[in-house]
């Protein structure tokens, strides 16, 4: 792993893949044959990507109850105790409609509402993301949301969904579920089909054509973030433990090959013994070929000059993930300005997160922590502002309103107001 | 006026210039072009696109001073307090970071932090809108943002931009302002230039030029909403003014030929009132023709059987004004689940809250407040999880995470959690 010095152009973005021209096109096409051909086409699309036959677009109830004899019981546990961390932490983000009152008799305030329905997008591919179910759908459940749909893409070979899916959305109770991915499943979601009703909200991960999908229904429905590849920066000073710092940096080079590991150390002995570590790990691990390539490319150990400028190289990062594994982690709290997650001390490894503790595991990646959030309760709720004026509270302001809205030449706004006056 | 049977196909979308093809291309380039030549291209698309030449782009503290003296004395009292008005409601919305303990020792909370840096951009034209200014800002510097940066196009003969805009800007907050519009400038804001260090978050409103370049830019920068044609639902029974119905249809009609103004009521009566009413209003109003047109293309009275129809037509539309002017409107106020800012009782014409009052006139529009919020003092922070696991807690659900993250096939995460319980 390299060891570099950390200066002011030290960053983690990597180029996002955001599709080639006719990647777009595909995905218009497709988006504009679901709009037309409805379940049909969904379902052709469903035979060419996907290499399924489908009869009905739907999950069956019985197949959700099979689906939970196919794990086992210690793992139904454990999701339904991680399912219970993660909707007990966000219901701590729930927050209240308010109104305030004023002398003069008026009322103004804010009105929080769930949105009507939310479509949830579950990648398929090598492996099942059950934890991916629950931090989608428990926000959504817990902000007050109706209607939950959850579409991913059914199995070449067994035609279904993975089984700690479907027990995973059962938990979080999502019961609203299709056998359909890609950009086809973003085009049903946003505009409906004689099977699937049109959500106000998707949202998800996925591949580029489910990005692109994404995109272009845009502002006909709204959508949580892009999501770029994952990282993770890890600030320790000489108290940190190689073995653990190095473990960490791995589980988050396993992901992918564009997910980025970094450290950042005023220690260079630290440095020193984690690049050690993470070669002598990395050939043990199952997903050797990914971490490694992830490592090589995009991980680095940036050592500075003192601690101070530790914590302002990972502002600059702005990480999806921070480590902070000091002598004192808390104390530097205050000064972490961006950063999705902030894992603390030596017993926060950021697994805790991933699957267990109760936050979100979706998180602003690739520099987006600047001005972006985990998700959250707010991400399934709106405001609507509420103004109540008086009579005399319309009286004593009446006026100054009319001659503002002349300031910008809108005469039919000043008289909207002196109507009332006369 | 129309008076037409509401239904539940009732809709105030209309269909949003996404812009062309080739108004895409001259986007992409123009931002092209700004991230190569910075300053010097972004000032000769400013002589190409504005007809100004420009020495320097930043507005001088003179400029602002001298805006002071262009405006009477009267206006500048008003726009304070509106001002004053607008921060008290935006500083209710503040929320705290937060941060629960666990008797296992274990904390976990969530930190608030407001953006570095965000971009106002301002439409030039034909009026100057200061409030637009105001509404921008003061929820950015109530966020606690340090930076504020405005763009406007200066106006062609006065090679400046418009006083009561400088004079909003400075009441506000903002400092840092500069001569330019379009998409140069929004590419300016994104990726920065010599003189324009770049943003986080790009806000406002502006023509299809800057939509289109908005965007381009998302993702490496946020921005707002992409806003759309404005919209009035008015909600009355028989107990409505129909001459106030009437005028406050037409506030709404006078910004734009796309913007749409709707009454919603089950008296017959009260619509056959009204739409003589707006006739009547529409011959003395300057903006006669842009009036009309929206009137006569966008605008519509739907009579209803009952009032918890009209109700239900209401949140069909999610409009982003909505008045309701009935005997006891606070009553409905909870049945409402779809609408920007709610104006309750007929002492709260909508311009109350364009200028005035406090509330963001920031709204979503065209549907979209189904899912969206007015601007407020959130889209200037972000949130950041805090996850503190003690030892034990550790001990106690380590293996549990560790089972969870080989389910996923997620080796290395399972091994970052045992290495610290050996």
């Given at each position: 792993m390299?060891?570099?010095?950390?200066?002011e152009?030290?960053?983690?973005?990597?180029?996002?893949?955001?599709g080639?021209?006719?990647?777009?096109?595909?995905?218009?096409?497709?988006i504009e044959?679901?709009?037309?051909?409805?379940d049909?086409?969904?379902?052709?699309?469903?035979?060419?990507?996907?290499?399924?036959?489908?009869?009905?677009?739907?999950?069956?109830?019985?197949e959700?109850a099979?689906?939970?004899?196919q794990l086992?019981?210690?793992?139904?546990?454990?999701?339904?105790e991680?399912a219970?961390?993660i909707?007990?932490?966000?219901?701590?983000?729930?927050?209240?409609?308010?109104?305030?009152?004023?002398?003069?008799?008026?009322?103004l305030?804010q009105?929080?509402?769930?949105?009507?329905?939310?479509?949830?997008?579950?990648?398929?591919?090598?492996?099942?993301?059950?934890?991916?179910?629950?931090?989608?759908?428990i926000?959504?459940?817990v902000?007050?949301?109706?209607?939950?749909?959850?579409?991913?893409?059914?199995?070449?070979?067994?035609?279904?969904?993975p089984?700690?899916?479907?027990?995973?959305?059962?938990?979080?109770g999502?019961k609203?579920?299709?056998k359909?991915g890609?950009?086809?499943?973003?085009?049903?979601?946003?505009?409906?089909?004689?099977?699937?009703?049109?959500?106000?909200?998707?949202?998800g991960?996925?591949n580029?054509?489910v990005?692109?999908a994404?995109?272009?229904?845009?502002?006909d429905v709204?959508i949580?973030?892009?999501?770029?590849?994952?990282?993770?920066?890890?600030?320790?000073?000489?108290?940190?433990?190689?073995?653990?710092?190095a473990?960490?940096?791995l589980?988050?080079?396993e992901?992918?090959e564009?997910?980025?590991s970094?450290?950042?150390?005023?220690?260079?002995?630290?440095?020193?013994?984690?690049?050690?570590?993470?070669?002598r790990?990395?050939?043990?691990l199952?997903?050797h070929?990914?971490?490694?390539?992830?490592?090589e490319?995009f991980?680095?150990?940036?050592?500075?000059?003192?601690i101070e400028?530790?914590?302002?190289?990972?502002?600059?990062l702005a990480?999806?993930h921070l480590?902070?594994?000091?002598?004192?982690?808390?104390?530097?709290?205050?000064?972490?300005?961006?950063?999705?997650?902030?894992?603390?001390?030596?017993?926060?490894p950021?697994?805790?997160?991933?699957?267990?503790?109760?936050?979100?595991h979706?998180?602003?990646?690739?520099?987006t922590?600047?001005?972006?959030?985990?998700?959250?309760?707010?991400?399934?709720q709106?405001?609507s502002?509420?103004?109540?004026?008086s009579?005399?509270?319309?009286k004593?302001n009446?006026?100054?309103?009319?001659?503002?809205?002349?300031?910008?030449g809108?005469?039919a706004?000043?008289?909207?107001i002196?109507?009332r006056?006369?």
């Amino acid at each position: 792993m390299k060891i570099l010095q950390a200066n002011e152009q030290t960053s983690i973005k990597r180029s996002v893949d955001n599709g080639t021209e006719e990647q777009r096109k595909i995905v218009q096409k497709i988006i504009e044959d679901v709009r037309k051909g409805g379940d049909d086409a969904v379902k052709s699309y469903t035979e060419k990507f996907d290499g399924v036959q489908l009869q009905e677009l739907k999950v069956k109830n019985e197949e959700i109850a099979e689906a939970y004899g196919q794990l086992d019981d210690s793992t139904i546990t454990i999701l339904q105790e991680a399912a219970e961390n993660i909707r007990s932490f966000h219901e701590k983000q729930l927050r209240p409609s308010w109104m305030t009152t004023e002398e003069n008799g008026s009322m103004l305030g804010q009105k929080v509402t769930p949105l009507d329905s939310v479509g949830l997008y579950v990648p398929g591919g090598k492996a099942a993301y059950p934890s991916s179910v629950l931090m989608n759908v428990i926000p959504a459940k817990v902000a007050g949301v109706k209607r939950i749909v959850i579409t991913s893409p059914p199995d070449k070979h067994t035609c279904k969904i993975p089984p700690a899916v479907l027990v995973a959305a059962d938990i979080a109770g999502a019961k609203e579920i299709y056998k359909v991915g890609g950009a086809q499943a973003i085009a049903a979601l946003a505009y409906g089909t004689q099977s699937i009703a049109p959500v106000d909200k998707i949202t998800g991960p996925g591949n580029v054509y489910v990005a692109l999908a994404k995109r272009e229904v845009f502002g006909d429905v709204a959508i949580d973030m892009i999501a770029g590849p994952s990282e993770i920066a890890i600030l320790a000073d000489e108290s940190a433990i190689a073995e653990e710092v190095a473990a960490d940096l791995l589980s988050q080079a396993e992901h992918d090959e564009m997910a980025s590991s970094v450290l950042v150390t005023p220690s260079r002995t630290v440095a020193e013994k984690v690049a050690e570590e993470v070669q002598r790990q990395l050939k043990t691990l199952p997903k050797h070929e990914i971490a490694s390539q992830s490592i090589e490319n995009f991980g680095a150990i940036y050592v500075t000059e003192t601690i101070e400028e530790a914590v302002e190289t990972v502002n600059n990062l702005a990480p999806e993930h921070l480590e902070i594994l000091t002598k004192n982690p808390m104390s530097l709290l205050g000064q972490i300005r961006h950063a999705g997650a902030i894992f603390i001390g030596r017993y926060s490894p950021e697994p805790v997160g991933d699957y267990f503790a109760g936050p979100n595991h979706v998180l602003p990646t690739n520099g987006t922590a600047r001005f972006s959030s985990p998700l959250n309760v707010d991400d399934f709720q709106k405001k609507s502002s509420i103004l109540y004026y008086s009579e005399n509270a319309l009286k004593d302001n009446g006026e100054k309103i009319a001659a503002f809205a002349r300031l910008e030449g809108l005469e039919a706004h000043a008289r909207s107001i002196e109507t009332r006056l006369k």
